[in-house]
């Protein structure tokens, strides 16, 4: 069976978000616990009613980024509004965050043909700002997935296989053949991926049982696997090593 040792998870939830259930300091604590080295809190945007208010998002440079041995990457999961690829805050906001991942939510998601909502996540893809996509084979949306993963490949985006949306409670039926198909076409084009908890609580951060299983099912090879290679995750994407 496949394993990892992850020392990142970037895509997790606190209170904040409106419809999570642990605070920050029980987010560290699990971090800590389970050996994680960089923990991303990338709260939901206002796009979904009942999230964030804006003003969260200006107020993050109050967080302290090392906690406990566990470097914080502050930011949000952003909304992929309709098939243009708008998202739901603007450049003023994305410049006080430290990583930001962009997904589609039925709540706010205003989508078209398959070919019109392709298009929108490639342009969401190919914004300089966003880092990584949230659960694109979550089937929110109907897509055409080599070219998004090819779109990826030349952005540098990274795309995510998010286990949350494997549970069988979550009734998500076409998840799991949309994640297999991410990963044959990234496996084909040799790029990496990274694996998402998508953490609403604190017992499920870097939980990936559910993604693990599809990654042996293709024969995907661990080696492109970032969530136990920061450094190939800061490289590829860009982003700033935090400093302890």
Known sequence: MYRI?????????????????????EMVQA??????????????????EGTCS???????????RYVDGVHLLMGAELDILDYEGNLDLNEGYYRRMD??????????????TREQNTQGMIRAIQNPWVNVISHPGDGTAEL?????????????????????SLKPCRHKYEARDNNLEILRLSKQLDIPII?????????????????????????FPLELVVNDKPDMFFEYTGLSVPED
């Not at 040792?5 to 300091?25: I, M, Y």
């Not at 993963?149 to 990274?158: K, W």
């Not at 609403?200 to 951060?205: A, K, L, P, Q, T």
């Not at 559910?210 to 293709?218: K, M, R, S, T």
């Open 31 to 48: 971090a800590a616990q389970k050996g994680l080295q960089y923990l991303g809190i990338t709260e939901h945007a206002p796009g979904i």
């Open 54 to 64: 804006p003003i969260l998002f200006r107020n993050m440079h109050v967080i302290p």
């Open 195 to 219: 694996l998402g908890s998508d953490a609403h609580v604190s017992y499920s951060v870097a939980d990936y049982q559910y993604a693990l299983p599809l990654l042996e099912e293709v024969d």
């Open 99 to 112: 990583i930001r991942i962009a997904g589609i939510h039925s709540l706010c998601w205003k989508g078209g």
């Open 144 to 164: 055409d997935f080599e070219p998004i993963v090819r779109a990826a490949a030349d952005a540098h985006t990274l795309l995510e296989i998010n286990s949350s």
């Open 5 to 25: 040792t992850p020392l990142l998870d970037v895509h997790t939830h606190t209170l904040a978000s409106g419809h999570a259930f642990s605070t920050l300091q």
